[in-house]
């Protein structure tokens, strides 16, 4: 048997202004893979409640300028000017030049929220949510924080207890 946790932290990386002069945020995480979420925005998940939320976009497979379509018609709702925080997980980008693809495809979510949706929103990124070869597990919708440690890196803490305890009762 596994040791039960009561909180998971994960390090995360600043990726502009906002992110790198925020100490302290609460919310919880909801999001995913960014292509399901475009396809499901107004069907499925059109009742979700993003605001105070910190969204997490991820995504797998894709040809960058189809994903950087797949986002623009996502933010283009405009359910999203409300979040506390987006976390960009793994863009494993298919093709040559995937990884300048990726670095071009981040600076395109910075500076759409940036002009489009609000400058004071962080963005970081933590690789290992995802699809890729390292995929850490992420509860969604559970209480969680962004704080600095005391190296003032940015950590993402996510509160077990009421997975937990729901988990007991099975």
Do not use: C
Request: hydrophobic share 40%; charged share 25%.
């Amino acid at each position: 048997l596994m040791e039960q946790k009561d909180v998971l932290t994960y390090s995360l990386t600043p990726l502009n202004e906002a992110a790198k002069k925020t100490e302290s945020l609460n919310g919880k995480v909801l999001g995913g893979n960014a292509s399901v979420i475009q396809r499901n925005i107004g069907g499925l998940l059109k009742d979700i409640k993003w605001e105070g939320s910190f969204l997490l976009l991820e995504d797998l497979n894709e040809e960058g300028i189809k994903l950087r379509d797949v986002l623009e018609g996502l933010f283009d709702t405009g359910k999203f000017k409300h979040v506390n925080a987006v976390i960009l997980g793994d863009f494993s980008l298919k093709g040559r030049g995937a990884q300048r693809e990726r670095i071009e495809l981040f600076n395109f979510i910075i500076d759409y929220f940036r002009i489009y949706i609000s400058p004071d929103i962080p963005i970081y990124y933590q690789p290992a949510f995802g699809h890729g070869e390292k995929n850490d597990p992420l509860p969604m919708n559970e209480p969680s924080s962004i704080t600095l440690n005391e190296k003032k890196q940015p950590i993402l803490r996510i509160d077990l207890k009421n997975l937990n305890n729901f988990l007991s009762q099975l």
